[in-house]
């Protein structure tokens, strides 16, 4: 595998966690207002990219557990 190769799915990686995380904080929420599980589900992003504060909301923390 190719280091583009590499990076591209290093990001791919990151992308799909950010969004399985955004996913599943909205569908906790939905959940909270008793809302059906089809409108927890929304997704969409412009073009295939994360809106910036979006990322830093849904993004892994430098916090570590111990």
Request: hydrophobic share 30%.
């Amino acid at each position: 595998m190719s280091t583009q190769d590499k990076a591209r799915a290093l990001m791919m990686r990151h992308y799909q966690l950010i969004k399985n995380r955004q996913q599943s904080m909205l569908e906790r929420a939905g959940e909270e207002l008793g809302l059906p599980g089809e409108m927890s589900h929304y997704w969409n992003p412009t073009q295939g990219k994360i809106d910036p504060n979006a990322r830093i909301t849904y993004d892994r923390s430098n916090a570590a557990m111990s």
